[in-house]
C-alpha cells in the first residue's frame, strides 16, 4: 500500500496551520486540549494550531497513514509503526508509558477460572476489512493472547482462535463527517465508556460463539464487568515484567519527516506546550485526572486518578520506552502486520526534545530574573 493508491481527503499543506490528532490515551496532550498551553506557543508564532478533525475537508486517515505534513500525532504506537515501516518516514518525538496489560474475559457463568481451562476452547480475535488502516485492535488481541497463552505453558495449538471480520467504517457514518473542534467531542459522540461495540467481539463472547476474549485494558475489563456478565482470568498488568504490557503502549509523539527537517522550530513549539502541561500533570495529578476522564476511557474521575497515579507525563525518548516500542515493533514484523524493519532508536529524534526543555528553562529563568524582588529590610544586631 503507498500514498499515491489512496482516495484521500485533506487540506492544501500550509506551514501556518499545524494540526494534530490525539488517541484517547493518558498523554499531557489529552490533558493540554483543557489548558491551551500549546496553542499559546504557536500563537506566538502566528500559526494555527488546530484538531485535524476541526475542518471538513480533512478525513479521519491521516490519525492512521499520516498522510498530512504538518499533522503531530499522539496515541498508540502500532498505527505509526506501520506508517514509518511501510508507507511515509516520520520521527519519533516522545512516549508516554502506561502500563495497563491486558485481560482474558471470559463469561462470569462459566466454569472457567484459569488460561488452561481454556484448553481446546475457543478465542475471538477481531479483523478489520479496512484495508487503509492499521489493524491495531488484531495486532494488540493476538499479541495478548499469545503472551498469556505462553506464560501458562501453552501455545495457539491449545486453543481455537476464531477471526472475526467485521467492517471498521464508523467513521463514514453521518455523525462522524461533520467537525469536531477537539477529541474530547469526538469521544462524548462515541461514548466509550458505555459503549462495548466499537468491536464483534463482545457480543460474540456474550452469546457463547467463543469462550474468550483479549480485552486491551483495565478500562474495558471494568466496563465489561460492570455488566456483571463477565470475569476476567489473567491479566497482564499484575506481572513485573514490563515487557508483557505493550497493548499498543506506550502512547507515542511523532511528526512527518518533512516537518522535522523542514519546519522544526514547529516541532520544538509543539514539544515546549507539551512538556509545560506534562509538568502540571506530574503536579496536579487529580486536576489531570478530571480533564483526561473525559478523553480517556477510564471509568470516571477517581478510577482515572487512580490509574494515572505513576504515569510522567512529560514525553521522554528513554531507553526503556524505545525498549517498549521495540518490543511491539518486532512483534508486528514477526506476525506480518509490517513488511519492512526498522531501527527504533534511529527512528527516534531525541534533539527536539532537548531544545523544547532547554528553552522552556530559559523562558522560567528570564521570568525568574525579571521579577522584581523587594528591597531587604534594615535590621541591627544587639
Known amino acids: 500500500m503507498t500514498e499515491s493508491t489512496l482516495a484521500l481527503s485533506t487540506v492544501p499543506l500550509d506551514w501556518k496551520e499545524v494540526w494534530y490528532t490525539n488517541c484517547p490515551v493518558v498523554s499531557a496532550s489529552n490533558v493540554d486540549e483543557a489548558l491551551g498551553w500549546t496553542r499559546d506557543e504557536f500563537r506566538k508564532l502566528g500559526v494555527k494550531y488546530a484538531y485535524f478533525r476541526s475542518v471538513r475537508e480533512n478525513d479521519w486517515y491521516p490519525h492512521y497513514i499520516h498522510n498530512l505534513d504538518n499533522l503531530i500525532r499522539v496515541g498508540g504506537m502500532f498505527p505509526p509503526v506501520h506508517v514509518h ?3 511515509r518516514r516520520t520521527r519519533l518525538l516522545g512516549a ?20 488452561t481451562d481454556l484448553k481446546g476452547k475457543k478465542i475471538g480475535l477481531s479483523k478489520s476489512l479496512n484495508t487503509l488502516k492499521n489493524d ?13 497463552l505462553r506464560l501458562n505453558g501453552m501455545t495457539r495449538s491449545d486453543v481455537e482462535i476464531v477471526e472475526f471480520p467485521y467492517p471498521d467504517d464508523w467513521y463514514g457514518e453521518p455523525k462522524m463527517l461533520v467537525p469536531f473542534e477537539n477529541p474530547t467531542q469526538l469521544w462524548l459522540t462515541r461514548d466509550p465508556k458505555h459503549d462495548t461495540s466499537v468491536r464483534p467481539l463482545e457480543s460474540a463472547l456474550e452469546k457463547g460463539v467463543v469462550d474468550a476474549i483479549y480485552t486491551q485494558s483495565k478500562y474495558f475489563q471494568r466496563l465489561q464487568e460492570a455488566t456483571g456478565k463477565f470475569k476476567a482470568i489473567e491479566d497482564l498488568s499484575h506481572y513485573p ?26 516541532v520544538v513549539t509543539f514539544l515546549k506546550g507539551v512538556i509545560k502541561a506534562g509538568r502540571w500533570c506530574n503536579e496536579h495529578r487529580h486536576a489531570a485526572a478530571a480533564i483526561l476522564d473525559r478523553a480517556t476511557f477510564y471509568l470516571d474521575v477517581e478510577d482515572t486518578y487512580r490509574n494515572i497515579a505513576n504515569v510522567d507525563f512529560v514525553p521522554s525518548l528513554s531507553p526503556q520506552n524505545l525498549a517498549a516500542i521495540e518490543v511491539g515493533k518486532d512483534f508486528m514484523l514477526s506476525h506480518g502486520y509490517i513488511k519492512n524493519d526498522f531501527d527504533v532508536k534511529k527512528w527516534a529524534a ?29 535590621f541591627r544586631l544587639g
Not at 462470569?108 to 488460561?115: F, Q, V
Not at 530559559?362 to 529590610?377: F, G, H, R, S
Open 350 to 378: 531525541p534533539e527536539f526534545l532537548e531544545q523544547a526543555a532547554r528553552e522552556v528553562i530559559e523562558e522560567q529563568w528570564k521570568k525568574v530574573t525579571a521579577a522584581k524582588l523587594p528591597e531587604p529590610t534594615a
Open 136 to 148: 491495531w485492535w488484531r495486532v494488540t488481541e493476538e499479541q495478548g493472547i499469545e503472551l498469556m
Open 85 to 87: 515501516a511501510d508507507i
Open 241 to 266: 515484567d514490563w515487557t508483557l504490557q505493550s497493548c499498543n503502549l506506550p502512547a507515542v509523539y511523532t511528526c512527518s519527516e518533512v516537518m522535522a527537517e523542514e519546519h522544526p522550530e514547529l
Open 96 to 115: 508516554t508509558p502506561v502500563y495497563e496489560g491486558g485481560c482474558m474475559l471470559v463469561r462470569a457463568k462459566d466454569d472457567l477460572y484459569r488460561m
